[in-house]
């Protein structure tokens, strides 16, 4: 257990909905990473905020946001849902400085 | 940009069989590198790291030993179990980077 909570484990939902998926980093890690995995893709990432603030974009699509909250949780937005959107869904968190991260057990997000 | 190259899978081993997973990088600098390891079913687990040239990562029994002058960090294993079964993700992160660049993953099955 790396201590990185998400939720839902699972979600299944209809083309052109919205979803919101939630993470919960370690205690004490200020720093949030998401990333998406696919059969395509492989893992990709989509983006990072570290207290509160976004630090860092990485191939995340303009119908995909982020944010993190005071309590240092984040949620992964994902709107106008595609067939191609289905995948595996991670948060990770860091301490700050720390070249690890630590993943969560992912959200699977299937769209039918 | 950085990149990693990793074992094409999957490889299937019979029990107590030497394993090797071959992993190359191309990088600028001194990236972090990194072994991650994915259960059927679960999230992505750290299973070793090393942060310089010539340092060895190893955890369970996995080595791992990072080469500049090769750009390598193949991962090893003297003697597999059934419980080894997974998909290992070869890793690395740039030295300024906020992600974490991933391998395509090599699928590992012990037969008992």
């Known amino acids: 257990d790396s201590g990185v909570t998400q939720t839902p484990k699972h979600l299944i939902t209809a083309t052109g909905q919205r979803v919101t998926l939630r993470c919960s980093p370690r205690?004490?890690?200020?720093?949030v990473y998401w990333y998406q995995q696919s059969l395509d893709q492989g893992l990709q990432f989509l983006i990072q905020y570290y207290n509160g603030e976004e630090r860092a974009k990485g191939n995340i699509l303009e119908r995909f946001s982020a944010q993190q909250f005071p309590d240092l949780h984040s949620e992964l937005n994902l709107s106008s849902l595609e067939l191609g959107d289905s995948a595996l869904y991670f948060c990770a968190s860091s301490p700050f400085g720390a070249d690890t991260q630590y993943f969560g057990p992912g959200t699977r997000l299937t769209v039918l | 940009g950085d990149s990693v190259t990793q074992m094409e899978g999957p490889v299937t081993l019979s029990e107590e069989a030497f394993l090797t997973i071959n992993c190359t990088y191309t990088a600028t600098g001194y990236p972090s590198l990194f072994w991650y390891v994915q259960y059927p079913g679960e999230g992505l687990q750290l299973l070793l790291k090393?942060?310089?040239?010539?340092d060895k990562g190893s955890n369970k029994g996995f080595e791992a030993t990072y080469r500049k002058e090769t750009t390598s960090f193949h991962l090893e294993k003297g003697s597999v179990q059934v419980s080894d079964s997974a998909v290992y993700f070869c890793?690395?992160?740039?030295?300024?980077?906020?992600?974490?660049?991933f391998g395509s993953g090599t699928r590992l099955s012990i037969r008992p």
């Open positions: 090393a942060t310089k040239a010539d």
């Open positions: 890793a690395l992160k740039g030295s300024s980077a906020s992600k974490i660049i």
């Open positions: 205690s004490g890690d200020l720093s």
